[in-house]
């Protein structure tokens, strides 16, 4: 790799023998550095570091708790935002400069190829370099963070959001430069919580859309998150990032048999416009 300072934090809680993306990154190539960052809260940690020995990595989790807003009251703390924020700690501490943040639950990295009108997609085999044109992209935006895109990304094919190379969303991975960091907020639906606020202020938060991770479905695969999910649904999820952002998030309906309440992001409301550098005054 061209950034030797990098390191992989594969988040993860409770699946110390079903760790799936660390065997989607190897098969994809990944030759760099990797951790799993684990909390102390976790009743499987000493399986975790039986399987991976000094590459598990484990932060306080109340500690954590602590140093952002949770966007409640809650003692329950099954969810993936508090390893989110400690990963900029975490990274400071084994000192590297730049990393990216997956889930323990992927199994497939890809690009996806417009082929005969339809999209087409094509395993990842070297990771390196995919990590390398991601970092050359964080430092060229000055983003927050840069991200791949996921299946939901690709509804409408060629002819759907696809094709608008960058969207302003963030989910699931996130490329960070280590001393530009940023605090995930809201114990449930962090990511949507985050992307929301920040982007209101004026940050760049950006996802490729040419580049897809798959990920085992939701509640599919015990430990993670999936208890929490099935404690409160998607109704208490939605709702979180409604509170965040009244003034451009509400919830609707979703599905056709399984109908289930989502959030919906109105994007005018929410962030600011990129226009193209043409428009400015004296440009041309």
């Given at each position: 790799?061209?950034?030797?300072?990098?390191?992989?934090f594969?988040?993860?809680?409770?699946?110390?023998?079903?760790?799936v993306?660390?065997?989607?990154?190897?098969?994809?190539g990944?030759?760099?550095?990797?951790?799993?960052?684990?909390?102390?809260?976790?009743?499987?940690?000493?399986q975790?570091?039986?399987?991976?020995?000094?590459?598990?990595?484990?932060?306080?989790?109340?500690?954590?708790?602590?140093?952002?807003?949770?966007?409640d009251?809650?003692?329950?703390?099954?969810?993936?935002?508090?390893a989110?924020?400690?990963?900029?700690?975490?990274?400071?501490?084994?000192?590297?400069?730049?990393?990216?943040?997956l889930?323990?639950?992927?199994?497939?990295f890809?690009?996806?190829?417009?082929?005969?009108?339809a999209?087409?997609q094509?395993?990842?085999?070297?990771?390196?370099?995919?990590?390398?044109?991601?970092?050359?992209?964080?430092?060229?935006?000055g983003?927050?963070?840069?991200?791949?895109?996921?299946?939901?990304?690709?509804?409408?094919g060629?002819?759907?959001?696809?094709?608008?190379?960058?969207?302003?969303?963030?989910?699931?991975?996130?490329?960070?430069?280590?001393?530009?960091?940023?605090t995930?907020?809201?114990?449930?639906?962090?990511?949507?919580?985050?992307?929301?606020?920040?982007?209101?202020?004026?940050?760049?938060?950006?996802?490729?859309?040419?580049?897809?991770?798959?990920?085992?479905q939701?509640?599919?695969?015990e430990?993670?998150?999936?208890?929490?999910?099935?404690?409160?649904?998607?109704?208490?999820?939605?709702?979180?990032?409604?509170?965040?952002?009244?003034?451009?998030?509400?919830?609707?309906e979703?599905?056709?048999?399984?109908k289930?309440?989502?959030?919906?992001?109105?994007?005018?409301?929410?962030?600011?416009?990129?226009?193209?550098?043409?428009?400015?005054?004296?440009?041309?």
């Amino acid at each position: 790799m061209k950034y030797k300072s990098f390191a992989v934090f594969i988040l993860t809680h409770g699946r110390p023998d079903n760790v799936v993306t660390l065997k989607t990154l190897l098969k994809a190539g990944y030759t760099g550095k990797y951790y799993l960052i684990i909390d102390n809260e976790d009743k499987k940690a000493d399986q975790y570091y039986r399987n991976f020995g000094d590459r598990v990595i484990m932060f306080d989790k109340k500690e954590m708790s602590q140093r952002f807003d949770t966007g409640d009251y809650s003692e329950e703390r099954r969810s993936i935002v508090y390893a989110r924020n400690a990963s900029f700690d975490i990274a400071k501490e084994i000192g590297v400069d730049y990393f990216l943040q997956l889930d323990d639950d992927y199994n497939s990295f890809g690009v996806r190829i417009p082929r005969k009108n339809a999209l087409k997609q094509y395993a990842i085999k070297d990771f390196d370099g995919l990590c390398d044109s991601m970092l050359d992209f964080l430092e060229v935006t000055g983003a927050k963070t840069v991200c791949f895109s996921q299946g939901g990304d690709h509804v409408g094919g060629v002819n759907g959001r696809w094709r608008q190379g960058l969207i302003r969303k963030v989910m699931n991975s996130f490329f960070f430069k280590t001393d530009n960091p940023m605090t995930f907020v809201g114990r449930i639906n962090e990511d949507v919580n985050t992307y929301t606020t920040l982007g209101s202020r004026g940050e760049l938060l950006l996802t490729v859309t040419d580049v897809i991770l798959t990920q085992l479905q939701t509640q599919s695969n015990e430990g993670g998150m999936t208890d929490i999910y099935k404690l409160s649904g998607t109704y208490l999820k939605s709702f979180f990032t409604v509170m965040y952002m009244p003034s451009a998030v509400t919830v609707k309906e979703m599905g056709v048999a399984n109908k289930r309440l989502h959030h919906s992001v109105k994007w005018n409301n929410c962030v600011p416009e990129i226009l193209p550098g043409r428009l400015k005054k004296g440009g041309g």
